[in-house]
């Protein structure tokens, strides 16, 4: 049997143009499914990985909808709590203008010391989670403290992504905190400029000199390439060229590539090179596209 990957984190509806025209001008729109973690889940399922994505939604059409669209992915959402006192999380992305948030009160910031108590983690052999989810309150702050202590406990592989979001965010406020949760995982991905910004560090060795005890460290590095540290050992593998339509999702392709193929077994050149090659594969798509970059030899359903 395939290594079962648990995702947990936020997904929110997202609502996009579909002719590319801003929020006021378009004629139609796009309603999609978008999160971190559900989508490291995904494109790890599109490798032959068995994956879960755990998290809250409202008991609403739009939880409806995020559900279905994750399930489609291949992923396992059997986990997912629905919660009818708190609606799901939206987000409009407007060409042009930016990205507007609408999650404050939504059934995902309403996660809680007793969800972690509860997940299911038994036959779980990595639970992946990112610091957004630390960004989004306080009660799910407690929930990833408890959820990390439990895997650890349990003998679980935690895989950590930084994911520092400049919205939910400052670096000052965040810096403490995802230095904190990054030391207590196993694996960890992180951008060079992303751990520049909030610990100073502005090469791959100085990340690594700030997380000596993480067994394993991914230091992405965007169109220059990734290195990962085990031990003592430095790879280095340069990223594929490729015309970059949209970044968005890119870093969370990479890490379903990675950890998909460290589930069956690969070097860890190979490993890095799976993660590149699920990155280039978002990086030409648009983010309102994201299953043509999942599954790029299928037709939308």
Not at 77 to 90: F, I, K, N, Q
Not at 132 to 142: F, N
Not at 172 to 178: D, F, I, K
Not at 207 to 233: M, Q
């Amino acid at each position: 049997m395939s290594p079962v990957l648990l995702a947990v984190g936020e997904t929110m509806a997202m609502l996009a143009p579909a002719d590319g025209a801003g929020v006021v001008e378009a004629t139609g729109f796009l309603v999609d499914a978008g999160g971190a973690e559900s989508n490291v889940a995904a494109h790890a399922a599109a490798l032959g990985m068995t994956a879960r994505w755990w998290s809250r939604l409202g008991v609403d059409a739009l939880g409806d909808r995020v559900l279905r669209q994750v399930a489609a992915r291949g992923v396992d959402v059997s986990l997912v709590e629905r919660d009818a006192a708190h609606p799901t999380g939206l987000y409009v992305k407007d060409p042009g203008r930016g990205v507007s948030y609408y999650r404050r009160g939504s059934a995902a910031s309403c996660f809680s010391r007793a969800d972690a108590e509860n997940l299911a983690l038994d036959d779980v052999d990595v639970l992946h989670v990112s610091g957004i989810t630390a960004a989004l309150s306080d009660t799910a702050r407690d929930f990833l403290d408890v959820a990390i202590g439990r895997a650890r406990d349990e003998g679980v592989t935690v895989s950590f992504d930084v994911n520092h979001r400049v919205a939910l965010w400052s670096a000052t406020e965040a810096a403490p905190v995802l230095r904190a949760l990054a030391a207590r995982a196993d694996l960890v991905f992180v951008g060079r400029d992303e751990a520049e910004v909030l610990w100073g560090t502005p090469t791959d060795a100085d990340v690594r000199a700030l997380f000596p005890g993480v067994a394993e460290l991914v230091v992405k590095d965007g169109d220059v390439g990734a290195t990962v540290f085990t031990g003592e050992e430095r790879v280095f593998i340069p990223s594929l060229p490729v015309e970059v339509l949209d970044a968005v999702g890119a870093g969370d392709a990479f890490a379903g590539g990675y950890l998909a193929a460290r589930a069956a077994g690969a070097t860890a050149s190979d490993r890095l090179r799976s993660g590149h090659e699920r990155a280039a594969l978002t990086l030409r798509t648009y983010g309102d596209s994201l299953h043509d970059a999942i599954h790029p030899d299928r037709t939308p359903t």
